[in-house]
């Protein structure tokens, strides 16, 4: 009896417990992960490995908001770091390619939402220590890197949903670039380069480029997630959305924030006006062109295209 008792008192408290824990908010972001060494030698491999971990664990374990996500809701992007020097046992140069993608409303296809290159990355890793970070002060300079990329993703997405709705993660974007002024390291000035981190989050947080963040808005909205109910509507939509950022080109040419934005939708773009009408594919090749000129050649497979 006293055993049935005792085992009782445990089902009791193991009830109890499921049923007032507060509900576990899923992490927001579905992150792969790889850290690639083509051209380092002579350093020891596992180091690798243990920082790819790391970064791992960093992107996918952290909260980077106040909100709840499902776990079909995360959302799926991925880092490639690519070491091309290790001058020191724990000093590295890199490139970072950071991609980001959005699940298309009652479809199973992803959009290229982010592709970006940072081709100028130095930081430093010690083995096994673990990768803190605050917002508000610089204390390393890859947690900076992945909590600014991280906030970056996390603000398009909501951009894509709703018309400015991700301001407050572009915010603490740049609450990090401010935070880095103090880094020995490149990237985070607005003297060094006009194609940097600071330029990035500058350019999508001044309102002379609202009209970049309303074309990602209605890119998404009006056009990719109704594709499923009217393939015509929905490219005349996207039709409407590049002559904003033709638009917004032209008031602020050669801006990193639209080229970033073209790189990512390039390709989509292509497939998409492909199967369009004449007029369609006439009028976004000329688009895209005036865009994206250095990659005219590609966009003249829509017209090729029956």
């Known amino acids: ?133 605050s917002e508000s002060t610089y204390s390393s300079e890859l947690t900076s890197l992945l909590a600014y990329y991280a906030y970056m993703i996390i603000g398009l997405d909501f951009d894509s949903f709703s018309n400015s709705g991700g301001t407050v993660f572009f915010e603490k974007a740049q609450t990090i670039v401010n935070s880095a002024q103090s880094s020995i390291y490149p990237g985070w000035k607005a003297y060094e380069d006009l194609k940097n981190r600071y330029w990035l989050v500058e350019n999508i947080l001044n309102k002379s480029y609202a009209p970049v963040r309303k074309f990602l808005y209605a890119y998404y909205r009006t056009g990719l997630d109704v594709m499923y109910s009217n393939n015509e509507t929905a490219r005349n939509q996207i039709a409407s959305a590049l002559e904003m950022l033709q638009n917004a080109n032209r008031d602020k040419p050669n801006s990193y924030l639209i080229q970033v934005m073209v790189s990512a939708k390039s390709d989509e773009i292509v497939n998409i006006f492909s199967q369009g009408t004449p007029m369609d594919k006439t009028k976004v090749v000329n688009i895209m062109n005036e865009l994206d000129p250095a990659n005219s050649s590609k966009y003249k497979k829509i017209l090729e295209k029956n």
């Open 1 to 133: 009896m006293k055993k049935q008792a005792k085992y009782m008192r445990q089902l009791i408290i193991i009830v109890l417990f499921i049923f007032f824990i507060p509900s576990i908010k899923a992490q927001e972001l579905n992150c792969s992960v790889m850290v690639s060494t083509p051209g380092v030698v002579g350093t020891n491999k596992q180091i690798y490995e243990t920082m790819q971990k790391s970064i791992f664990e960093f992107m996918n374990t952290r909260k980077w908001t106040n909100y709840s996500f499902k776990a079909d809701e995360r959302i799926d992007c991925s880092i490639l770091i690519t070491i091309s020097d290790a001058p020191s046992g724990d000093d590295f140069v890199a490139s970072i390619q950071v991609q980001s993608r959005r699940l298309i409303f009652n479809s199973s296809y992803n959009s290229t939402l982010l592709n970006i290159m940072d081709k100028n990355v130095k930081f430093r890793y010690i083995e096994f220590q673990p990768l803190d970070f």
